[in-house]
């Protein structure tokens, strides 16, 4: 089992900056492949960035160059760098971890096995 929190959420004004941090306890984090996935008010959770063991990152198009997803395994973290960030950022962010090895990116909520509490991010304009 691996138990996921999540911190770092808030209230920020367009363009401005914040960091999200997921940590996690129970089994060794370095092994999994963590997402980062974000759901708002009468939405549908959506994917927004992920990193393999390896720390190789995709993104979804809708937060490239914004966004930086990183992962420090001696503190059993992984971060999500969120830059320029626009009122159409605000959700409820999650993270999620799964022990896969494959070459493909996992991007569905079903394809991981452990997920955080979520943090909330609210963006002003």
């Known amino acids: 089992q691996v138990q996921l929190v999540e911190s770092g959420g808030g209230l920020v004004q367009a363009g401005g900056s914040l960091r999200l941090s997921c940590t996690a306890s129970?089994?060794?984090?370095?092994?999994?492949?963590v997402g980062w996935f974000r759901q708002a008010p009468g939405k549908e959770r959506e994917f927004v960035a992920a990193?393999?063991?390896?720390?190789?990152?995709t993104y979804a198009d809708g937060v490239k160059g914004r966004f930086t997803i990183s992962r420090e395994n001696a503190k059993n973290t992984v971060y999500l760098q969120m830059n320029s960030l626009k009122p159409e950022d605000t959700a409820v962010y999650y993270c999620?971890?799964?022990?896969?090895?494959?070459?493909?990116?996992?991007?569905?909520?079903?394809?991981?096995?452990?997920w955080g509490q979520g943090t909330q991010v609210t963006v002003s304009s």
């Open positions: 999620a971890a799964a022990r896969w090895y494959g070459s493909s990116w996992l991007s569905r909520d079903h394809e991981y096995n452990y």
């Open positions: 990193v393999r063991q390896s720390g190789s990152s």
């Open positions: 129970g089994r060794t984090f370095s092994d999994h492949f």
